[in-house]
């Protein structure tokens, strides 16, 4: 082959035009590539970069979400523990007044059966109904004010419903 290119004039030069056209269009060939590669390279850092803004927007919601859980469930604890110290002071102060009552109760359970039970002479029935009639007097104004204290721990007991509707979560 390369005979027929010395018999044609100019070949050498064309041989050597065809090889810078082959290597130009080699070089141009070569650039294009890269740019797509580059190109297709910048897209995939832009997709990595948004998907990692948008993992980190993600996480960073549910740690808000969670503290605010933690401080939500936190608040109700601390809602519920002081509904149930106030429970228990008033049960205490119930118990108190109920063992005060009792103690009422059974001092004017004494005081109806001495009462009942005393016999006196004629003449001192006189004395004694006077006596009797006080002391019965004594014993309403007792029971009334027992009656006064009952109601006062009939409000505390209210007090306990309110303790526990505050403590309910709304």
Same mark, same amino acid.
């Given at each position: 082959?390369?005979?027929?290119?010395?018999? /044609?004039? *100019?070949?050498?030069?064309? =041989?050597?035009?065809? /090889?810078?056209?082959? !290597?130009? &269009?080699?070089?141009?060939?070569?650039?294009?590539?890269?740019?797509?590669?580059?190109? +297709?390279?910048?897209?995939?850092?832009?997709? $990595?970069?948004?998907?990692?803004? /948008?993992?980190?927007?993600?996480?960073?919601?549910?740690?808000?979400? &969670?503290?605010?859980?933690?401080?939500?469930? @936190?608040? #109700?604890?601390?809602? !519920?523990?002081?509904? $149930?110290?106030?429970?228990?002071? %008033?049960?205490?102060?119930? !118990?108190?007044? %109920? @063992?005060?009552?009792? =103690?009422?109760?059974?001092?004017? =359970?004494?005081?109806?059966?001495?009462?009942?039970?005393?016999? #006196?002479?004629?003449?001192?029935?006189?004395? @004694?109904?006077?006596?009797?009639? =006080?002391? #019965?007097?004594?014993?309403?104004?007792?029971?009334?004010?027992?009656?006064?204290? #009952?109601? *006062?721990?009939?409000? +505390?007991?209210?007090?306990? !419903?309110?303790? %526990?509707?505050?403590?309910?979560?709304?």
């Amino acid at each position: 082959m390369s005979f027929l290119l010395n018999l /044609i004039p *100019g070949a050498a030069g064309l =041989r050597n035009v065809c /090889i810078g056209l082959l !290597v130009l &269009s080699l070089a141009v060939c070569g650039s294009g590539l890269y740019g797509h590669h580059k190109g +297709v390279m910048q897209e995939r850092a832009k997709q $990595e970069a948004k998907a990692t803004k /948008i993992a980190l927007e993600r996480e960073t919601e549910a740690r808000v979400a &969670s503290e605010n859980f933690r401080r939500t469930e @936190a608040d #109700l604890r601390a809602r !519920v523990d002081t509904a $149930e110290g106030k429970y228990a002071a %008033l049960q205490t102060q119930h !118990v108190a007044a %109920l @063992a005060a009552a009792r =103690r009422d109760s059974d001092r004017l =359970r004494d005081q109806l059966a001495n009462y009942a039970g005393s016999s #006196l002479p004629a003449d001192a029935a006189c004395a @004694a109904d006077r006596e009797h009639a =006080r002391t #019965l007097g004594q014993l309403l104004s007792e029971s009334v004010q027992l009656q006064e204290a #009952l109601a *006062g721990d009939a409000e +505390v007991n209210a007090d306990a !419903v309110r303790a %526990l509707l505050e403590a309910w979560p709304k």
